[in-house]
């Protein structure tokens, strides 16, 4: 969601408090599975928001995003050049080949899931678009490889920033994970790009969204009407992945990811 300056203190997790993290995002996981299956030609945006509200309700829990700061649904769902925060509508239909980004939150047990995917409907997308995802997700573990007691969040930040200029891709800057818990954005902000050895020191019970934007193009973003949807400014194509993960004794915890 929308980048917010940080004016709080990182907060450490109890190790009951990662426990209700990962069964939030674990229905966050679940969600998104079942919404990769119905990413077909004639499915509106509207039809997978349906579908992930009455599942996410179903699991007793509640749609993290729909009133957050009036955004109107339950999921983003960002479309070719749409980078985050695409509004679904009933008039929005999805076309084969089409690359779609969606970003879902869920709270439950007043602990809050994160997590993003990018995926091509059916299967005629273009190599770009396919490559493009390959990055926006190979940048994610990258950076969730550096989630290491002792190292520093410059360390994450500048893994995924690498991962991306490999491919000859840009990194969105305007948008910026962030640390989650009894609040969806909480410290520390987690920038896509950066240096090594720079920012907060990771510490075991921190928690943090890592979600890298990445474009086929350049890196500089607009916002549409709706005030919510950006997209592309040079229309080139976007891809969003995103985990929740903790800080443990043991290295990263991926609590996003479906068991």
Known sequence: MKKKKASRRISLKASWEIEKLLVANQIVARTLEMLRENLLPGVTTYDLDR??????????????????RGYPATLCVSINEEIVHGIPSPDRVLEAGDLVSIDM??????????AAISQVVGESGSPEAY?????????????????KKGKRLGDVSSAIQSK????????????????IGKNLHEPPEVPNYGKKGRGPKLKKGMVIAIE??????????????DGWTAVTKDGSLAAHYEHSVAVTDHGPLILSLLR
């Open 51 to 68: 579908l992930a509200e009455e599942y996410v309700i179903s699991c007793s829990a509640i749609p993290a995003f729909k009133g957050y």
């Open 164 to 179: 991306v200029e490999e491919y000859g891709y840009g990194v969105v800057k305007q948008f910026v994970g962030h640390g």
């Open 105 to 114: 939150g869920v709270i439950h047990d007043e602990y809050y899931g994160d």
């Open 212 to 225: 890298p934007m990445v474009t086929a193009g350049g890196a500089d973003v607009k916002v549409l009407a």
């Open 131 to 147: 490559r493009l995802i390959d990055c926006a997700k190979e940048a994610l573990f990258s950076g969730i490889e550096k989630v």
